[in-house]
Nanobody, 111 residues
Framework: VQLQASGGGLVQPGGSLRLSCKASGFNFRLNTMAWYRQAPGKQRELVAAITSGGTTNYTNSAQGRFTISRDNIRRTLFLQMTNLEPEDTAVYYC??????WGQGTQVTVSS
């Protein structure tokens, strides 16, 4: 299993970013996928998840600002983030439940 996340960077408060995660080594379309994040000094936390059928769920902090989606043909998971806040600063991880984690991509929200 390989999960290659990208798309992080430095953005000002109120800005947007789109994270991508290219998956390989397993049957992507049959698996629930998720984005987690870990802020400095904090535990990792779930941000959003999407089932194989496209059902999504979000944490309260992500609801209304973030959108998780998937492209099963391209085996890619996405996280569109809008109206970013400094509290969103974290390393974001693409995750396949079963304890498969990508390497993470840094998101920094700062003016």
């Amino acid at each position: 299993v390989q999960l290659q996340a990208s798309g992080g960077g430095l953005v000002q408060p109120g800005g947007s970013l789109r994270l991508s995660c290219k998956a390989s080594g397993f049957n992507f379309r049959l698996n629930t996928m998720a984005w987690y994040r870990q802020a400095p000094g904090k535990q990792r936390e779930l941000v959003a998840a999407i089932t194989s059928g496209g059902t999504t769920n979000y944490t309260n902090s992500a609801q209304g600002r973030f959108t998780i989606s998937r492209d099963n043909i391209r085996r890619t998971l996405f996280l569109q983030m809008t109206n970013l806040e400094p509290e969103d600063t974290a390393v974001y991880y693409c995750v396949r439940p079963g304890n498969y984690w990508g390497q993470g991509t840094q998101v920094t929200v700062s003016s």
